[in-house]
């Protein structure tokens, strides 16, 4: 079973920046793809942005270009750099690995939270 722990959300301005990061720890052989999803209240839970196993990236058209996301050498640490902050990003942000013929795993998510 994979543990996913996430850290770094908080409250920043408009035009800000802010980094969060997800740590993977126990049965981490074998995750493929891990990704950031997002909700904000009242709404849908929604895909921010991915990454392989061979840094394959997507991004949400919201995002792109202001939302970097990245994976370290052990394929553990999975960070998204958020810059250009605007308050439409503010929500809970939830990390996501997937292995192949396993449930998908998520964290407890971290709270973002953008001031206009």
């Known amino acids: 079973q994979v543990q996913l722990v996430e850290s770094g959300g908080g409250l920043v301005q408009a035009g800000g920046s802010l980094r969060i990061s997800c740590v993977a720890s126990g049965n981490i052989f074998g995750i493929n793809v891990m990704a950031w999803y997002r909700q904000a209240p009242g709404r849908q839970r929604e895909l921010v942005a991915s990454?392989?196993?061979?840094?394959?990236?997507t991004y949400a058209d919201s995002v792109k270009g202001r939302f970097t996301i990245s994976r370290d050498n052990t394929k553990t640490t999975l960070t998204l750099q958020m810059n250009s902050l605007k308050p439409e990003d503010t929500a809970t942000y939830y990390c996501k690995a997937e292995k192949i013929n396993h449930l998908p795993a998520w964290g407890q998510g971290t709270q973002v939270t953008v001031s206009s």
């Open positions: 990454i392989t196993s061979e840094r394959l990236t």
